[in-house]
C-alpha cells in the first residue's frame, strides 16, 4: 500500500540576509545576498525528506493573503501535499528575519505571528490515518497536539498497519508531556538547557523518566553530533562537520528529516543516527537545501 510520511506543525515565511559579520546594534551594512525561503521546522524537514527521496506531505496552518503564492508554488516545487492543510483567508503568514553571519553560519531569528491560529485537533481528526506509514509532530501548541498524538495512538492499537510516530522538542519547556505519547522524541539542545540539562547524556538520562520504555530518544547537540537511548542501549554519532560552516539554519530540522528518512528505508537506528549528522552536516556547508537531492 502507498504511505507517506507527515510532518505536522509551523509553516512561516522566512527572509533570509547573509552578512560579513553580525551587524553592531544601531548600524548599517549592505548584506552579501538575500533570499527568501520557506522556513518552519516541520515545513522544512518534508522539504528534505521529499529532497532525499521520500514521499511527504506537511500539515499547518497556512493563509492566502500574504506570500501564498510563493509558498505554495514552493511546496509543489518539492512535491509535498499540502492538500490536509487548514487554510485562512484574512490572517498574515508568520514571519521569520533570519541573519546569516556567513564567518561561521551562524543563524540569529526573529519571528512574528501576528494572528495565524495554530493547527487544532478538529482539523487534524478528519485525515485518514491509513495513508501513513509515520507522522512527526513539532512539540507546540501543547493541547492540541496532544490529543492529535492520542488519536494516532488510539489507531495505532486497533490498526494492523504500523505508524511510527515521533515528537521534536525544540524549545517549549511545557511541550516535555508530549514525549510520552511518541515512538521517537527528538530533543533539541535548546530544550535541554531550558532544563538545565548540560549535555547529551544528562538529557538522555533525564528523558527516559518521560518516555515509554519501547521509545527511543534522541539528543541534538550541534557540533558535537547526536546521542541516542532505546531499549537496545545508548548509541552517538560525531558531527561530521563540512570545510567551511555557511548555514546552519534548520540544522536540527534537516537532522530530523535525514533520520526519518533513513529509518523509513529499514535503517537501523545506530546507521540512521550517522546518516542523519551526515546529512546536517553537509547542510551546513551550503545555503539552504536544495544541495542534498
Ligand atoms: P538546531 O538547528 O535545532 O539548533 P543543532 O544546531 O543542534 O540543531 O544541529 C542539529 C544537528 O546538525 C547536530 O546534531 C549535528 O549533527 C548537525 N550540525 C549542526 N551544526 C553543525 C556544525 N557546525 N557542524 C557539523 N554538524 C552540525
Ligand atoms: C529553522 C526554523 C526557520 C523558522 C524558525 C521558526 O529551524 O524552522 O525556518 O523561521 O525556525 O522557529
Redesign the pocket.
Known amino acids: 500500500m502507498f504511505q507517506k510520511i507527515l510532518c505536522v506543525g509551523l509553516n512561516c515565511f522566512d527572509i533570509i540576509q547573509i552578512c560579513n559579520s553580525y551587524p553592531i546594534e544601531d548600524s548599517e551594512q549592505r548584506s552579501i545576498e538575500y533570499r527568501m525561503q520557506r522556513g518552519g521546522?516541520a515545513s522544512n524537514s518534508s522539504t528534505v525528506l521529499s529532497l532525499l527521496g521520500s514521499t511527504c506531505e506537511f500539515m499547518g496552518t497556512l493563509s492566502k493573503k500574504t506570500f501564498w503564492e510563493f509558498i505554495q508554488k514552493d511546496f509543489e516545487k518539492y512535491c509535498i501535499d499540502i492538500s490536509g492543510c487548514k487554510i485562512y483567508y484574512e490572517s498574515q503568514f508568520p514571519v521569520s528575519t533570519i541573519i546569516i553571519n556567513s564567518q561561521n553560519?551562524s543563524?540569529t531569528i526573529v519571528h512574528s505571528n501576528k494572528d495565524l491560529p495554530e493547527l487544532d485537533y478538529e482539523h487534524f481528526k478528519n485525515i485518514d490515518l491509513t495513508n501513513y506509514s509515520w507522522i512527526h509532530f513539532e512539540g507546540r501548541n501543547v493541547s492540541e497536539v496532544s490529543k492529535m498524538m492520542l488519536s494516532v495512538n488510539d489507531y495505532k492499537n486497533v490498526s494492523e498497519l504500523p505508524i511510527t510516530v515521533s515528537v521534536e522538542l525544540?524549545k517549549r519547556k511545557e511541550s516535555l508531556c508530549l514525549a510520552a505519547l511518541a515512538d521517537i522524541v527528538f530533543v533539541?539542545?535548546?530544550f535541554s538547557k531550558n532544563y538545565n540539562w548540560d549535555g547529551m547524556k544528562t538529557t538522555l538520562i533525564e528523558m527516559r523518566k518521560h518516555v515509554k520504555p519501547s521509545s527511543t530518544v534522541i539528543s541534538?547537540?550541534?557540533?558535537?553530533?547526536?546521542m541516542a537511548s532505546s531499549p537496545e542501549g545508548i548509541f552517538s554519532?560525531p558531527?561530521?562537520?563540512?570545510a567551511t560552516?555557511v548555514d546552519?539554519?534548520?540544522?536540527?530540522?534537516?537532522?530530523i528529516g535525514g533520520f526519518i528518512h533513513s529509518m523509513s528505508r529499514g535503517k537501523d537506528l545506530n546507521e540512521s543516527l550517522h546518516l542523519?549528522?551526515k546529512i546536517?552536516?553537509f547542510?551546513?556547508g551550503t545555503y539552504g537545501y536544495d544541495e542534498l537531492k
Open positions: 521546522n553560519g543563524r525544540e533539541g539542545k535548546e541534538l547537540w550541534d557540533k558535537q553530533g547526536a554519532a558531527a561530521y562537520p563540512p560552516v546552519t539554519l534548520g540544522a536540527g530540522d534537516t537532522f542523519a549528522c546536517a552536516g547542510k551546513v
